[in-house]
């Protein structure tokens, strides 16, 4: 009987075991595989924070840690990811063009990986559906970049196959529930557009349903359960397998969760069976990583203000290590409100908005601050208050903060310029990457 007993407990401690391993965090706990791939490449465009319309909350944590489970787990060559955050239209050109030139070099030898997380919108007039660059307006398509384009693009490319994921929908909803600015209130259900070639679409919705946060998780729902799948399996996961897992698991969260329907879509081209049978990774990861997230990975790209002959600024005397800013629900509500105001010209409620974030020690309301005091239309405008705001916000991992920095030194003392931009682009930081190579 002790025997038994013995035997029991120590079921019981496995089964305990094995439930903790599967509620690792996915952001800190990632597989690594020690079989490289180095015929995938992969396209990365996170579009969190924009210019006219309301933050998509989590994007760029949505990219980042996709970003990192391709080169870990799927074992892809970090030279083979452009990762993309807060990417404009000519950005998001530039990469898919990047893209079929790799697949043409390579002649049907080699697989491509699109990812995309951001603010879709339909065209009200026709029910096309376009993805949102985050200098785009929602009420002019044309700013952004279609569906059909980039179906037929992609289509059209020389690949042993090309995997989409879209953590968008294209209701004209946003994802934290609201209605974008070109919506007159009602969802909207796009056109969908066939594929062709080796293609297979994963997206986050159907129709006109939206694509929520799990904010929890602080990822986009669609991408959390991608991410989940690929940690749980090790990387080595048919596509099959995959879209059987979001497809339900996405469905049931939401439902729970939002008391409303999100129900992921699979499309490929016509006659194309296999597509289920693709394995991301070749071989399962052998061992896991553990990463440290100290810090919510909420990042703004801003656009860069210019101003002729500056004043040169003074490096900031206040330490710069003393400072713990961190950002919880009503912080990010406070800023969300001043971007509001900003987008509506209205500078100083603006600021009052701002102001009270920072006062909670807000890490994104500072850096919001900055923005603020380099904005040639408010009346407040100063370059060596916005720098002291950056350099907090920097201090903290705040990369656009630091990128920033880097752009307010720029023609004014450029070695404290590549200081910064340096600093940014070690981070993945596309536009700091590209003003250094402006700058060589």
Avoid at 96 to 117: C, H, K, P, Q
Avoid at 245 to 266: A, E, G, L, M, W
Avoid at 358 to 366: A, I, R
Avoid at 398 to 411: F, I, K, R, S
């Amino acid at each position: 009987m002790k025997r038994i007993g013995a035997i029991i407990a120590m079921m019981l401690l496995m089964t305990a075991f094995v439930a903790h391993a599967a509620v690792k965090d996915i952001d800190s706990y990632i597989p690594v595989n020690d079989v490289q791939d180095p015929n995938t490449f992969v396209v990365i465009i996170s579009n969190e924070n924009y210019k006219y319309e309301e933050t998509v909350p989590f994007a760029l944590n949505d990219g980042s840690t996709f970003k990192l489970y391709c080169e870990k787990a799927l074992g892809i060559p970090e030279k083979n990811i452009k990762y993309v955050p807060n990417a404009s239209l000519n950005d998001m050109k530039y990469f898919l063009t990047w893209l079929e030139n790799v697949m043409r070099a390579y002649n049907g030898e080699a697989r491509a990986i699109f990812y995309y997380s951001g603010h879709g919108m339909p065209d009200e007039t026709n029910r096309q559906a376009f993805l949102l660059p985050v200098d785009g307006h929602s009420i002019m398509p044309e700013s952004g970049l279609s569906t059909e384009t980039l179906y037929a693009r992609l289509g059209a490319m020389q690949s042993a196959a090309t995997m989409v994921f879209l953590d968008a929908c294209f209701s004209g909803a946003s994802r934290d529930g609201g209605m974008m600015q070109s919506s007159r209130g009602v969802a909207i259900a796009p056109k969908k557009h066939s594929v062709s070639g080796n293609v297979v679409v994963f997206s986050a919705t159907k129709g006109n349903e939206t694509a929520y946060p799990y904010k929890d998780k602080r990822h986009g729902m669609f991408t959390y359960f991608i991410l989940e799948q690929l940690q749980t399996k090790k990387g080595y996961v048919t596509l099959g397998e995959l879209s059987d897992y979001v497809c339900q698991q996405v469905s049931r969260k939401s439902i729970v969760d939002n008391n409303k329907s999100q129900t992921p879509t699979v499309t490929s081209a016509i006659g194309n069976n296999i597509w289920r049978n693709w394995k991301l990774a070749n071989k399962p990861a052998s061992k896991f990583t553990t990463i440290n997230v100290t810090t919510p990975a909420i990042r703004v790209t801003p656009t860069p203000q210019f101003t002729p002959q500056p004043v040169k600024p003074q490096p900031s005397t206040t330490p710069q290590q003393n400072y713990t800013l961190r950002d919880n629900d009503a912080t990010l509500s406070l800023v969300a409100m001043g971007k509001k105001s900003m987008r509506a010209l209205n500078y100083q409620q603006a600021y009052k908005y701002f102001k009270q974030a920072t006062s909670q020690n807000s890490l994104e309301g500072y850096y919001q601050m900055g923005l603020l005091y380099i904005d040639n239309n408010y009346s407040g405008y100063n370059k060596d208050t916005a720098i002291d705001y950056f350099s907090k916000a920097s201090s903290c991992g705040h990369v656009d903060a630091t990128y920033q920095l880097g752009m307010q030194w720029l023609g004014t003392d450029n070695t404290q310029a590549r200081k910064y931009l340096r600093q940014a682009a070690a981070k993945g930081h596309q536009q700091a990457r590209t003003q250094l190579d402006h700058m060589r």
